[in-house]
């Protein structure tokens, strides 16, 4: 029996889709088998991150409404042997899809994966509903940002008024030479204002842009944000990791004359 | 630049700024409370506590947080940690609690006292409100209720020293006799 895990924010641009991306796929390399679904309808971008937007036929309101097969709106990632997405629809609008449904299709794809990742849309309306109805756990991304902050703090509230099992914090984007200078809040100070369980800290790194670009999530490769990324899939699964050492020093030339990032 | 960065780096806390800005906001956001609400709870455990011990009002921390409540959800907690220099020697419990038991006319006399050191207390802070510092005006009769804030409050003390004493002192023996 699967597991739904629903990956949100409340704030846009924290990284969600970017989460459900790395988070799917480095489970994929783990070998279970995983279906990604984009619920942020009319405004899709699952597909493009994972680098399968030109093979869509079907999507998440077809299987909703009974145009086609959910088999046959699943698109197989080649790359992986056990990864599939269920894009969404980019010409719908939200209420296309209600909760009650979404709940019967998870239930329904339970029995054939072992984690089902659910990409919320932004905000807490109708698509937040949707996404968290048939949700069994939710990992929560959020910057330190004051902005990001307040809004997870929001979504964990709602969260919680959902009876979610279990809710997972991920601290997204932290830049440790920030945090050093004081300038950043950590992801110590994030944790004890939100008071949830940390699953994950993904330093800011540019190879995500890379990999965006590429539509080839980066997870698992030797970048700190593809090693965190990594450890969040294994945490995910039950197994005990610990932390990764985000602030290991620049030498003492580069940063002398190196760039300022 | 960066030559100069590593020798004179600048330790900022924008970090640190950030974190309290958004403890302050998730109070409200927390409880529904609007933060003036919260801003008055927090003055009015002041005034209560002051009457009975010196607390340290620049470090005292006043927030609220989530903590787990019995059934393991986490519901919104008021944590405060309020620093005590003192307990001062003419606690003012047994009129207080004299004059509750009397007459409860007197019972709102003291609710307005304690309105009053709350703004005294303020002041103290160096940020006191116009609305709050409102009512305090009007109550002339508190004047010579000012003991409590004796030893908080030097200028106050020092002022109206004599009078007060005399006054705990009379209290003292109403409730020694009951």
């Known amino acids: ?261 | 630049m960066a030559f100069w960065d590593y020798f004179f780096k600048k330790k900022s806390d924008s970090a640190t700024h950030a974190v309290d800005r958004i403890k302050f906001v998730l109070q409200s956001d927390r409880t529904g409370l609007p933060q003036e609400t919260l801003e008055r709870i927090k003055n009015d455990i002041i005034s209560v506590l002051s009457k009975y011990v010196d607390i340290e009002t620049a470090d005292l921390d006043f927030n609220i947080t989530k903590a787990p409540s019995e059934s393991g959800a986490m519901t919104p907690a008021l944590c405060a940690n309020i620093p005590i220099k003192g307990v001062k020697r003419n606690t003012p419990a047994a009129p207080a609690k004299a004059e509750a038991k009397t007459d409860t006319a007197k019972s709102t006399s003291e609710t307005q006292k304690s309105e009053e050191k709350k703004d005294e207390t303020k002041k103290d802070e160096g940020e006191a409100k116009k609305p709050e510092s409102k009512p305090v005006i009007k109550e002339e009769k508190t004047v010579d209720e000012n003991p409590e804030l004796g030893s908080a409050l030097d200028k106050t003390f020092t002022f109206k020293k004599e009078p007060p004493k005399e006054k705990s002192v009379e209290e003292k023996k109403d409730t020694s006799q009951k």
Do not use: W
């Not at chain 1, 709940?103 to 659910?118: A, P, S, T, V, W």
């Open chain 1, 1 to 261: 029996m699967g597991e739904v895990i629903v990956v949100t924010s409340g704030k846009g641009g924290v990284g969600k889709t970017t989460t459900t991306a790395n988070v799917g796929t480095g489970l994929a390399k783990l070998d279970k088998k995983v279906v990604l679904i984009d619920t942020d309808i009319g405004l899709r971008n699952l597909d493009v991150v994972m680098g399968l937007e030109n093979r869509i036929v079907y999507n998440l309101v077809d299987v909703i409404e009974g145009n086609c097969k959910i088999k046959q709106a699943l698109i197989k990632d080649k790359r992986y042997p056990n990864l599939y997405l269920l894009p969404s629809a980019q010409t719908r609008d939200k209420s296309a899809v209600k909760p009650e449904e979404m709940k019967q299709l998870c239930d329904q794809l339970k029995g054939e994966f072992d984690y089902i990742i659910i990409d919320c849309p932004a905000g807490i309306e109708q698509g937040f509903e949707n996404a968290v109805a048939g949700a069994d756990r939710a990992l929560v991304v959020t910057t330190p940002e004051v902005s990001a902050v307040r809004d997870a703090d929001r979504i964990i509230g709602l969260l919680e008024a959902h009876e979610m099992k279990k809710t997972d914090l991920i601290v997204n984007r932290i830049r440790m030479d920030m945090v050093k200078t004081g300038d950043m809040m950590s992801s110590d100070d994030v944790v004890e204002i939100l008071a949830v369980n940390l699953i994950g800290i993904v330093p800011d790194d540019e190879g995500i842009i890379v990999a965006t670009n590429n539509g080839e999530p980066l997870v698992g490769n030797e970048s700190k944000a593809g090693q965190a990324y990594m450890n969040i899939c294994r945490r995910v699964t039950g197994e005990e990791v610990p932390f990764l050492d985000l602030a290991a020093k620049k030498g003492f030339f580069k940063r002398l004359f190196g760039k300022k990032k």
